[in-house]
Nanobody
Framework: QLQLVESGGGLVQPGGSLRLSCAASGFTLDGYVIGWFRQAPGKEREGVACVTWRGDATIQADAVKGRFTISRDNVKKTVTLQMNSLKPEDTAVYYC?????????????WGKGTLVTVSL
């Protein structure tokens, strides 16, 4: 069973930086997409960025493009979200998510989340 654990959240001032990490375990298949979502208070969950476990293809949401960078380490089985030039609207619980492509179709896994607060 695939499991995800996020870390790195905290309080940061506008313009500051944070690095989030997601540790994945329990891989049994080769095909995965792993990424970050976030949910602000009173808002719907939205996608932030994702990367393929193989091939290193990445995509970022327009709201974070140029400020956030996603990367993965296939040896450590971790993904990192480097967040720069943070804005108050980036405040949210950030979730790591994996989509596993199995023989019966995709299966999604979610971490418990880590809180990022951008405030003076």
């Amino acid at each position: 069973q695939l499991q995800l654990v996020e870390s790195g959240g905290g309080l940061v001032q506008p313009g500051g930086s944070l690095r989030l990490s997601c540790a994945a375990s329990g891989f049994t298949l080769d095909g995965y997409v792993i990424g970050w979502f976030r949910q602000a208070p009173g808002k719907e969950r939205e996608g932030v960025a994702c990367v393929t476990w193989r091939g290193d293809a990445t995509i970022q949401a327009d709201a974070v493009k140029g400020r956030f960078t996603i990367s993965r380490d296939n040896v450590k089985k971790t993904v990192t979200l480097q967040m720069n030039s943070l804005k108050p609207e980036d405040t949210a619980v950030y979730y790591c998510s994996v989509r596993e492509f199995g023989t019966k179709g995709p299966k999604d896994y979610w971490g418990k989340g880590t809180l990022v607060t951008v405030s003076l």
